[in-house]
């Protein structure tokens, strides 16, 4: 059984900086798809970047290029999203989310049930 859970999120000012952390749990062989996601009040969950750990380019929502970055830690049990230059309308509650078909299913724009397993979220708030 695969569990994840992801910590990191809290308040911050516009501009600021944060890094959300998805520690993982379970997986044994194969590649797979690492994403976050976040959902604000009153609006639908939004993919914000997936990563395939085959290889091939990382997707990241439009609204989220060059400020933010997923990266993954040597020991390739804990994932990160680094965010910068954060912006009040990036306020949600952010989810990591992983799955294990091939790298086509690996995408922000994929229907959000490609993710089997997700964190609980955690808060992110920018202030302006």
């Known amino acids: 059984q695969v569990q994840l859970v992801d910590s990191g999120g809290g308040s911050v000012q516009a501009g600021g900086s944060l890094r959300l952390s998805c520690a993982v749990y379970?997986?044994?062989?194969?590649?797979?798809?690492m994403g976050w996601f976040r959902q604000a009040p009153g609006k639908e969950r939004e993919g914000v970047v997936a990563?395939?750990?085959?290889?091939?380019?990382?997707d990241y929502a439009d609204s989220v290029k060059g400020r933010f970055t997923i990266s993954q830690d040597n020991s390739k049990t804990t994932y990160y999203l680094q965010m910068n230059s954060l912006k009040p309308e990036d306020t949600a509650l952010y989810y990591c989310?992983?799955?294990?078909?091939?790298?086509?299913?690996?995408?922000?724009?994929?229907?959000?049930?490609?993710?089997?397993?997700w964190g609980q979220g955690t808060q992110v708030t920018v202030s302006s």
């Open positions: 990563l395939y750990t085959g290889g091939g380019t990382t």
């Open positions: 379970g997986y044994t062989y194969g590649a797979y798809c």
């Open positions: 989310a992983a799955h294990q078909r091939t790298r086509p299913y690996c995408s922000t724009i994929a229907p959000v049930g490609n993710f089997r397993y």
